[in-house]
């Protein structure tokens, strides 16, 4: 296992290596593989990509994300200005059926609505809204309705975590009940965590994953 400081180190280079982030912005404290990031950055992607970077380092057992969003005169926009942008970036995206979804923006907080087929399409709204200028937050709340109304097969979740090289799928279970898939055990990372989870989703007529893999990491 890791000590603190070696978890703290890590995590502190992986900031450090992505190019849109400054590592003098972000603060990062461990204690027993529970990092907590704090600082201050001037746009919304950022905190994401400093979430995303501390979840790909080995040993992260929780995360605690306190960074705070603030612009300088340059950044700020209007909540008009906001709404007008997202919807741009909706139309731009090829995955995201634009004219399902509805955007509603109050004081820099974004809050996506809407139906869609499939989960890839709610995460590309969401990446839309998080890359544009003067966003604080995002809410996404759109809804999976898929069009499949096929029966979900169990072994044909388990054969796509089997295929995927990224996972040890030795000691993960799924369970579906309806177009409910539920993963249960234990993985090596966050990112195996979240790549089980995105696996899931790639099903077709899945509604919902109710991800309850347990993080334990043994260097």
């Keep these: 296992m890791k000590t603190n400081e070696q ?51 080995g040993g992260v057992k929780a995360l605690v994300e306190n960074i705070r969003v603030e612009f300088g005169n340059n950044g700020r926009k209007d909540d008009a200005a906001i709404a007008t942008e997202v919807v741009s970036g909706l139309k731009r995206g090829w995955a995201v059926p634009e004219k399902l979804i509805t955007v509603e923006v109050e004081d820099g ?6 139906t869609v087929n499939w989960n890839f399409q709610k995460d590309a709204a969401q990446t839309a809204a998080n890359n544009q200028q003067g966003v604080r937050w995002v809410k996404n709340m759109i809804t999976i309705n898929p069009h499949s109304k096929d029966e979900i ?6 054969n796509a975590l089997l295929r995927n090289g990224y996972i040890d799928d030795r000691e993960i279970q799924v369970s579906v009940a309806g177009d409910n898939v539920s993963l249960k055990g ?19 007529g899945v509604r919902s994953v109710n991800n309850e893999l347990v993080i334990d990491y043994d260097d």
Excluded at 14 to 20: C, F, T, V
Excluded at 39 to 53: I, P, R
Excluded at 153 to 158: C, H, N, P, T
Excluded at 186 to 194: A, F, I, K, T
């Design 7 to 57: 978890l703290q180190k890590d995590i502190q280079d992986a900031i450090k290596w992505e190019p849109s982030l400054h590592a003098a912005e972000i603060g990062v404290t461990v204690r027993d593989g529970i990092v907590t990031l704090s600082g201050t950055v001037d746009n919304y992607g950022k905190k994401l990509e400093a979430e995303s970077a501390t979840k790909r380092v």
């Design 109 to 114: 907080m974004v809050t996506l609505t809407g």
């Design 153 to 158: 097969e169990k072994e044909g979740i388990e």
């Design 186 to 204: 234990v993985v090596d990372s966050w990112y195996q965590r979240d790549e089980a989870e995105r696996t899931a989703w790639n099903t077709p």
